[in-house]
């Protein structure tokens, strides 16, 4: 009862109509195998509890306790979540290691009469081949970027990009969050594992004789690292400039950030922290713009005296090879459309 994974395709697990892991509810929120659901055979509580047994009473005796928990919580989930499944179902099971957690559920799921089989190694071995890919192996994807100053639409032209059949790898929404100071999500980012396992997934499915669209990003996005080897592979890729007149991008921007600025007082917290880079006179006069409903002129002057300049920062410290230049006065959805097909065609030319 074991089974290896050695490849991190997106049809590795498909023999198992269900991968199973036992870890705590923490555990699995930090960061899990891609289609896995938590039956956790300890919460958070009874896991911390057995743990400072170990430490600091007797190794026995959080073993004696911990198999206790084990079976009345594997009781619970055979009864509840796992009482339908007919007697053909075949589950993967997997803790932290593939230790006493996973082994003695998928002990228990063996003597019922369900194929069940182990993950070696357990997530520390799914883990391995994450950084493995990341951080270790060079990327064999060839990527081109979109690049353009803050408000150039690229999210929107890399949607429609996806949308048109083109190859496409969304760091933004892998990351949720737009890439910038202001650009975080209602909802937190992933962790740095859980986002490094969606770039794993995302990258896996990947053809590796087609070019991948990305947007052309710092080296983080967010609170949230891209990884070295990714990172690397951006760096040596050619670019597309997507040039937009400032009034396009201001009023792309106030509509792409409409769920920020319908919150003043978020927004105006934002703003603040960019006292010391922008000045205080210049931040007073932003935050009268945002209490008066003038966002186009907040999202004109963030961009002239904020973000733009930043760019210029960045772009002067390495050359790139730029593809072409694709320049737009307008930002609203046909325009999107156009400047999407243009990039399609410059694909087809790779």
């Not at 228990?108 to 890919?133: A, F, N, P």
């Not at 209602?186 to 740095?192: L, N, V």
Request: hydrophobic content about 40%; glycine content about 8%.
């Amino acid at each position: 009862m074991g089974f290896t994974l050695d490849n991190l395709r997106h049809d590795a697990l498909s023999k198992f109509d269900s991968v199973i892991d036992v870890r705590s509810p923490a555990e699995f929120a930090e960061d899990h195998v891609p289609g896995a659901i938590n039956l956790p055979v300890m919460s958070n509580e009874e896991r911390a509890k057995i743990g400072t047994i170990y430490v600091q009473e007797s190794a026995f005796r959080a073993r004696k306790l911990g198999a206790a928990i084990v079976a009345r919580n594997s009781a619970t989930h055979i009864e509840n979540e796992l009482t339908a499944k007919d007697g053909g179902w075949q589950p993967l099971v997997y803790c932290w290691r593939g230790g006493q957690r996973s082994g003695s559920f998928a002990s228990i799921l063996s003597q019922i009469g369900w194929r069940t089989d182990l993950l070696e190694g357990g997530y520390r071995s799914y883990r391995r081949l994450v950084v493995k890919t990341l951080y270790e192996d060079p990327l064999p994807h060839r990527f081109v970027l979109l690049d353009g100053n803050t408000g150039s639409g690229k999210t929107a032209i890399l949607h429609v990009l996806a949308q048109q059949g083109a190859q496409t790898l969304d760091l933004e929404g892998l990351a949720n969050h737009r890439g910038s100071l202001l650009g975080a999500m209602r909802d937190a980012q992933p962790s740095q594992k859980m986002f490094e396992t969606r770039l794993a997934l995302a990258l896996s499915h990947l053809d590796l004789s087609r070019p991948v669209v990305a947007e052309a990003e710092s080296s983080k996005i967010g609170e949230r690292l891209i990884p070295a080897s990714l990172w690397k592979t951006m760096r040596a890729a050619s670019r597309i400039d997507i040039a937009a007149t400032l009034s396009a991008r201001a009023g792309f921007l106030t509509r792409d950030y409409a769920d920020v600025l319908e919150d003043p007082a978020r927004m105006a917290e934002r703003l603040n922290k960019l006292r010391t880079l922008c000045g205080h006179e210049r931040v007073d006069q932003w935050l009268v713009f945002l209490n008066d409903g003038k966002h186009e002129a907040l999202a004109a002057e963030l961009m002239q005296h904020h973000y733009d300049r930043g760019y210029d920062r960045s772009r002067a410290q390495r050359e790139h090879d730029v593809l072409a230049t694709l320049e737009t006065e307008g930002l609203e959805p046909d325009d999107i459309s156009r400047i999407a097909s243009q990039v399609a065609a410059l694909l087809d030319q790779l």
